[in-house]
């Protein structure tokens, strides 16, 4: 039915820009009005209704599912693309998390040679805090301290009498207290050493053990007594087992010097006290500890004699399988609870180090790290031990019997020295040295510096007054400058002789030199201080008995080769080849000098890479996204 409308007149003038809808008249009465847009719109001025019933028509119906079903499939085709392209393109992994101790560089200091405060010739705790900034301007972040604690006057680090008592002639404790406050100040660490296996026979609870009468006396188990001793041998000759003025017909073990007991951590309450110990030191902030004799807590429980090696013909320690005295699978045991102990302090991380026997094979010290699903120490720390002609395959070896056989998750160490090892420069050349503490600074792990190292020390020229005294030619005076005495002490005579060229090789004429062995240990410890290098994974590449290299790189960093010669001879490689990230043309970062000449302007090419006799050198690219 049409609709009527009454037209009245209106006074309006028409332009030529007007458009008009078409008006057909029906009647006089009214007329049907064709509503279109100016596009031609059929449904242009319809009520809501009128377009409700048309848009209800099947066609429309239609067109609309048919549009709704286009716009529905092309967002979950455009889903589907993006959830392939996550799954299927290469991914950037996420980096492992790392720890402070595995970030940093760990400086071992022998502290009576370090430096002295006081004037009394001998160094102490605050002579270490006073060189605080220079430790830091190293690239270290990691102080580790000789044992220090309160002895018996003996000439020796362990004669202990008190593990919660650091001795007075280093400064005592309120002197550990004022290094640790100004080294946390600095953003540095302090580990102390901790050693379980052993008291001084002046200690009282040795005191207490001997006089102990009843089986039931707390102190009476303390120390391993019997009354039949084994044929086991003390490492500083001679038996094991020393006869007691207290006990009548009763001797205690010492697999050290006859002075030094050791303790019987079978014993709950020998468990007890060293927990103690560690629980005192960690009130005191201290960072981590070091555990000293690690491989020699615990002996046969049955006092078992052990075999003789079978080509023996002497009657001294070497001569013995130690196999009842050494490295016992309970050892692993308080590891774990030492590291529970630790890892309870939850206000910051600690670490556990410890020494395991120099001998053990790889595979034996592995076990530092944890057994049968608990956890040990953080970090093993095996000495160096080099012969004077390490090349390529001694490296090799030295690196892979590490790498071969970590576990997962855990981390190596690479120790340059300590006060037990004769010092890097007395058996190897400056190069070779340069050579390794670029292995070492480069490498994943937590390298280990002794002082000195970095200035090259050399052992002094004095015969040791034995094995066992404080006197040894790795632990001459840190040489500070060409004053007398190294500028160690600006008082008496020092306990130990300074080195003989303290006049020209010093810290302040190496600080001088760009080129200096010094110098070149910030620029590694700056190196190493980049990302690919803190969580970077490692490749080997061109290892062979001259050449030892790898790779260190991850997405969406620089990557780095790292190619060192140990020969004596210069050698070429094609290093392009050996890993396939690897660009044929590299930028020059970091050499340990030598005979090839690196410019930092110009690219290595490393399809076609020499070095020089003990040369190493690290070269970058820039990271390439992986394609499909």
């Keep these: 039915m049409s609709k009527s409308y009454n037209i009245e007149p209106l006074a309006y003038k028409p332009s030529s820009n007007d458009k008009f809808d078409e008006i057909d008249i029906r009647s006089p009465e009214s007329i049907d009005v064709k509503l279109s847009d100016n596009n031609g719109s059929p449904f242009r001025g319809m009520g809501k209704d009128e377009l409700l019933v048309h848009s209800s028509k099947p066609f429309w119906r239609r067109l609309r599912m048919i549009c709704i079903s286009i716009i529905l499939l092309g967002w979950l085709a455009l889903i589907i693309t993006v959830v392939a392209l996550v799954l299927v393109y290469p991914k950037c992994k996420s980096p492992d998390s790392r720890s402070w101790w595995q970030n940093e560089v760990i400086y071992r200091i022998y502290v009576r040679s370090y430096k002295d405060s006081d004037g009394n010739g001998e160094g102490d705790l605050d002579g270490v805090a006073s060189k605080l900034d220079y430790i830091k301007d190293l690239g270290v972040g990691v102080i580790s301290l000789s044992p220090d604690y309160e002895d018996d006057g003996t000439d020796g680090d362990f004669h202990i009498k008190n593990h919660m008592k650091i001795a007075g002639s280093v400064g005592g404790d309120d002197a550990l207290q004022r290094l640790i406050t100004h080294a946390h100040g600095k953003g540095l660490k302090v580990i102390l050493d901790f050693v379980p296996s052993q008291t001084s026979d002046q200690s009282e609870w040795f005191k207490w053990s001997q006089e102990a009468r009843f089986r039931n006396d707390s102190y009476r188990n303390f120390y391993v007594w019997t009354n039949t001793p084994t044929n086991w041998k003390s490492m500083y000759g001679g038996g094991a087992w020393n006869t007691s003025s207290e006990r009548s017909g009763e001797y205690y073990l010492h697999q050290f010097l006859h002075n030094q007991p050791d303790l019987n951590l079978r014993s709950p309450q020998v468990k007890e006290k060293l927990n103690e110990i560690l629980t005192h030191w960690l009130n005191k902030s201290v960072d981590g500890f070091y555990i000293r004799n690690s491989a020699y807590l615990f002996t046969d429980y049955d006092l078992r004699d052990e075999s003789k090696v079978p080509s023996a013909a002497g009657d001294e320690y070497g001569d013995y399988n130690h196999i009842y005295t050494k490295n016992l699978p309970e050892i692993y045991d308080m590891f774990a609870r030492w590291r529970t102990t630790t890892d309870a302090y939850t206000d910051k991380y600690r670490v556990l180090m410890a020494d395991p026997d120099p001998m053990s094979n790889n595979v034996e010290m592995m076990k530092y790290y944890g057994h049968f699903q608990r956890d040990g120490v953080h970090l093993p720390v095996k000495r160096r031990q080099f012969p004077t002609d390490c090349g390529g395959q001694c490296i090799r070896e030295y690196v892979n019997g590490w790498m071969d056989n970590l576990p997962s998750g855990r981390w190596p160490t690479w120790s340059l020295g300590d006060e037990m090892t004769k010092r890097f420069a007395t058996n190897h050349s400056e190069s070779f040295i340069r050579c390794f503490a670029m292995l070492s600074m480069t490498l994943p792990g937590t390298p280990i510096l002794y002082y000195g190292d970095e200035i090259n020390l050399v052992d002094l020229s004095i015969p040791p007054s034995s094995s066992t005294s404080r006197n040894q030619p790795m632990r001459g005076l840190m040489q500070w400058d060409n004053t007398l005495n190294g500028g160690f002490t600006n008082g008496t005579s020092p306990w130990i002789s300074v080195g003989a060229d303290y006049q020209t090789n010093n810290v302040k004429n190496q600080s001088a030199k760009g080129d200096s062995l010094m110098s070149f240990f910030k620029n590694l410890t700056t190196l190493r201080s980049d990302d690919t290098f803190r969580i970077g994974d490692y490749y080997p590449t061109v290892v062979d008995d001259a050449v030892f290299s790898f790779v260190r790189e991850f997405d969406g960093k620089k990557g780095y080769l790292v190619a060192i010669n140990f020969a004596n001879t210069a050698q070429s490689r094609d290093y ?53």
Excluded at 582 to 608: M, P, R, W, Y
Excluded at 615 to 626: L, N, R
């Design 576 to 628: 392009a080849k050996a890993h396939s990230t690897i660009q044929s043309k590299a930028s020059f970062e970091l050499t340990t000098g030598g005979s090839e000449s690196f410019d930092a302007d110009t690219d290595v090419d490393t399809s076609s890479l020499t070095l020089g006799p003990q040369q190493g050198v690290v070269v970058s690219w820039d990271y390439v996204a992986k394609e499909l």
